[in-house]
């Protein structure tokens, strides 16, 4: 089992930024990628970004690119996403998944975290 929890979220206004925060722990012996997915009210869960385990190659949906950033420290076992640029629209719960076939972006992680929300006002 990998436990995964997210911090950082909070209300900001549009242009501002946040940093998000997700630390596995647990059987974390299994590198695996890890990424982002977030869910806005009354929509699916989407994919946001991913980073793989060993590179660091990166993955990011089209709406984020230039804006978000994501990386890890793999001595930590933490993932990050730094989101600067903030829009209304990129209002959601933010989960962090671990593993599976999330680098691919696809809803499909062997572990999620609780998720934490994000909120930006206009």
């Known amino acids: 089992q990998v436990q995964l929890e997210e911090s950082g979220g909070g209300l900001v206004q549009a242009g501002g930024s946040l940093r998000l925060s997700c630390s596995a722990s647990?059987?974390?012996?299994?590198?695996?990628?890890m990424g982002w997915f977030r869910q806005a009210p009354g929509k699916e869960r989407e994919f946001v970004a991913a980073i793989s385990y060993s590179v660091g190659l990166t993955r990011y949906t089209d709406s984020v690119k230039g804006r978000f950033t994501i990386s890890r420290d793999n001595a930590k076992n933490t993932v990050y996403l730094q989101m600067s640029s903030l829009k209304p629209e990129d209002t959601a719960v933010y989960y962090c998944?671990?593993?599976?076939?999330?680098?691919?972006?696809?809803?499909?992680?062997?572990?999620w975290g609780q998720g934490t929300q994000v909120t930006v006002s206009s």
């Open positions: 998944g671990w593993g599976g076939k999330i680098f691919l972006g696809r809803d499909e992680a062997d572990y």
């Open positions: 647990g059987r974390t012996a299994s590198r695996s990628a």
